[in-house]
């Protein structure tokens, strides 16, 4: 069977030892560098100084003593050359910051596995939801009977009835009755896709701005396939809240449409939730990218 790499990506991600050896390598590669540093010239590395600045500076704070130490090198090795002592100081400063930027992955995984693991969950339990609407349409229809209408409606069809909610013709019926001559097994599945794509068109908007990262971990695809379910469930949760008169005024849906329209904004509505994991990301992914060459910019965590 093919391994397709998008597949392969997400099963990768449900496996913490994945995420170590990805780390691992990480770690291996900055004590790599720090360790060719050390057999570098000290001619050579006086070039490098700029880079070497640019790197400490974008990963440890400015009270940082080894931040601190290579902007005095940095300044006094303008006029003369640079010193076996003050190359020893740029080493262990540079494999400091790396050390610092290992750190910060390392929290970008780990987020990252939560994050597949959660949708995950939350997908499994709206297929659940999907699936029991489809098998028992009339334990729990998503039906409204606005009596002014006489009028019994379901997300996908709707039905003439009589003053108490029994279907026309019959005698002796109830309102259960008119809603079980009206119910649809595929009601549930339609105002979970409603909400789906309600939640899709909002999750779009909301990783615009988003900042992008050169790990493996993409964050941002993980988070909009996080609302896509969410909106599904939402969709349900909001018209069975409607349906038992938690909304005053809005109890008594007059149309199929006026309940897909519901379920639409209630699926986009899952942006209140999830935007608090958005707001997390985003300062997850801009502490990846450190604080600049600058080091001006700040980060989410406390300074280490």
């Known amino acids: ?72 090198i940095v300044h006094d090795v303008k006029g003369r050359p640079l010193q076996e002592d003050e190359k020893e100081a740029l080493v262990l400063a540079f494999h400091a910051a790396g050390s610092q930027r290992l750190r910060e992955v390392v929290r970008l995984g780990a987020f990252f596995v939560v994050l597949v693991r959660a949708t995950l969950c939350v997908a499994v339990l709206a297929a659940v939801i999907g699936l029991a609407g489809g098998i028992w349409p009339k334990a729990l229809p998503l039906c409204f009977f606005p009596q002014e209408k006489s009028l019994v409606a379901c997300p996908t069809e709707q039905s003439r009835a009589q003053v108490n909610g029994a279907p026309v013709n019959t005698a002796g019926g109830d309102l259960d009755d008119g809603f079980d001559a009206t119910v649809s097994r595929a009601d549930y599945v339609l105002v979970e896709f409603a909400g789906l794509m309600a939640a899709a068109v909002v999750g779009i908007a909301a ?53 897909i329209a519901w379920a639409i904004v209630f699926g986009a509505a899952q942006q209140l939730v999830t935007g608090l994991i958005d707001q997390r990301a985003h300062g997850v992914l801009n502490d990846v990218g450190g604080r600049g060459a600058s080091g001006d910019r700040a980060m989410s965590t406390a300074d280490q």
Not at 216 to 243: D, E, F
Request: hydrophobic share 45%.
């Open 207 to 259: 990783l615009r701005g988003m900042r992008g990262s050169s790990t493996p971990y993409r964050v941002p695809i993980a988070l909009l396939l996080l609302k896509l379910p969410a909106g599904a469930i939402t969709a349900v949760v909001g018209l069975l809240l409607m349906r038992g008169g938690f909304v005053p005024g809005l109890s008594a849906l007059d149309s199929s449409a006026q309940i």
């Open 1 to 72: 069977m093919a391994d397709y790499p998008a597949i392969s990506m997400w099963r990768r991600s449900l496996t913490w030892a994945e995420n170590a050896c990805i780390e691992s390598a990480l770690g291996h590669v900055d004590a790599a560098e720090a360790s060719t540093m050390r057999m570098t010239a000290v001619e050579t590395l006086h070039r490098q100084l700029p880079s070497i600045q640019a790197q400490v500076f974008r990963y440890l704070p400015k009270s940082d003593p080894r931040r601190m130490r290579v902007d005095e």
